[in-house]
């Protein structure tokens, strides 16, 4: 048996926030943040809603486009780095409650950007072993509740969303998830980092004070370091199961960064025709990025089945993930 990746689903909140907002919010520009990273928009999620909100709409969609009954999934894995509540219950636990889903396995990861990648690994290693049947993976964030409206560097680039998937069983190679990598180095942690409100510098008011709650990030470091592992990994991935750029049809890669995304298309030569971009209307949303940019090829009619996409992304940690995935779904 193989593990499949039998149907997507995404959401995000429908208030929009655009550069032209930013620029009432923070000292910068429209100009200067399209031409530095590509976005033009984010989303944002209201008050009322939070991160399990998010990553259930994502998974309803999911759910329904896998054909199977809910009842039937037997793990529910949620990766992201803006959790409903430090750290208990897991997101993951609030979300299999809203589905009206009880009695199953269910748990958070934390890999930031690389979390859907991650949760694909696993996902792998349950389905082939046999321990789980029908699983669900949800990458949501309301990254709005971790990211400080004062700080230009950061601001900009992120917004809300969810993007989920259905993995389960298949015999057929053609439509099997092929291939997963993914690590990391920690000495980079303090790179982007939210360093607050964690056993290190507990939540207090000299914590809230110097906004230590927020995410904090050397851009210019992060960007450098991104690149050269996002490449590295993409053509490690390719050669270990004997596969040419050209063979892969469509490129996914994590939407933290226009820029980013075609420097490392350019090293790898795929044509931008065959590149997934979401970056400009939903920014960087984290975890939720990469199955956000799936389903958007999906709905717009880019993927089909057998179609052999090729995942990349980076993220905190720093951690980094590459999956060569063939859709299962219809
Ligand atoms: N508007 C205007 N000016 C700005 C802004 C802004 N929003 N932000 C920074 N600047 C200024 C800086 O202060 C600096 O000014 P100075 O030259 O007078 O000192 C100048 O612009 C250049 O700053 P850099 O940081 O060198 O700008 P850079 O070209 O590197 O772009 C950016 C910054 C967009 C953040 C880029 O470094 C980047 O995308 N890095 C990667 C970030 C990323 O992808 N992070 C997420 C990883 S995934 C995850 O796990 C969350």
Same mark, same amino acid.
Do not use: C
């Given at each position: 048996m193989y593990a499949s990746l039998k149907s997507i689903g995404a959401y995000v909140p429908s208030r929009i926030l655009s550069n032209a907002d930013l620029e009432?919010?923070? &000292?910068?520009? &429209? %100009?200067?943040?399209?031409?530095?990273?590509?976005i033009k928009e984010r989303r944002i999620a209201s008050a009322e809603e939070s991160t399990s909100d998010l990553g259930t709409k994502a998974a309803e969609i999911a759910i329904a486009r896998s054909g199977i009954a809910k009842e039937e999934i037997d793990l529910i894995i949620c990766a992201t780095l803006s959790p409903d509540h430090l750290c208990m219950p897991s997101t993951a636990c609030i979300i299999a409650a809203k589905l009206g889903i009880t009695n199953v396995m269910a748990y958070d990861i934390s890999a930031a950007c690389s979390g859907f990648v991650y949760m694909l690994s696993m996902a792998k290693a349950y389905i082939e072993s046999g321990m789980?049947?029908?699983?669900?993976?949800v990458g949501a964030e309301k990254i709005s509740s971790v990211v400080d409206y004062t700080d230009r560097g950061t601001c900009i680039l992120f917004g809300d969303?969810?993007?989920?998937?259905?993995?389960?069983?298949?015999?057929?190679?053609?439509?099997?998830?092929v291939d997963v990598h993914a690590s990391a180095d920690g000495n980079?942690?303090?790179?982007?980092? *939210?360093?607050g409100c964690g056993s290190k510098y507990p939540c207090?008011?000299?914590?809230?004070? %110097?906004?230590?709650?927020?995410?904090?990030?050397?851009?210019?470091?992060?960007?450098?370091?991104?690149?050269? *592992?996002?490449?590295n990994d993409v053509v490690d991935i390719l050669q270990s199961n004997g596969l040419e750029a050209s063979q892969v049809d469509h490129f996914i890669p994590?939407?933290?960064?226009?820029?980013i995304i075609d420097a490392v298309r350019e090293k790898?030569?795929?044509?931008?025709?065959?590149?997934?971009?979401t970056v400009e209307k939903y920014g960087n949303t984290s975890a939720a990025s990469i199955p956000m940019a799936i389903n958007d090829a999906y709905e717009t009619g880019r993927i089909h089945k057998g179609d052999l996409m090729l995942l990349d992304t980076f993220g905190g940690g720093f951690t980094w993930a590459s999956a060569l995935v063939r859709f299962g779904g219809n």
């Open positions: 009432k919010m923070v &000292d910068t520009s &429209d %100009e200067w943040i399209e031409k530095r990273t590509g789980k049947k029908k699983i669900l993976l969303g969810a993007g989920a998937a259905i993995i389960g069983a298949t015999d057929n190679k053609n439509e099997a998830i980079y942690a303090d790179y982007l980092i *939210t360093p207090s008011q000299e914590t809230l004070d %110097e906004r230590l709650n927020f995410i904090k990030m050397k851009g210019n470091d992060v960007y450098k370091v991104a690149v050269k *592992t996002l490449t994590h939407q933290a960064n226009f820029r790898l030569n795929f044509p931008i025709e065959k590149t997934v971009l």
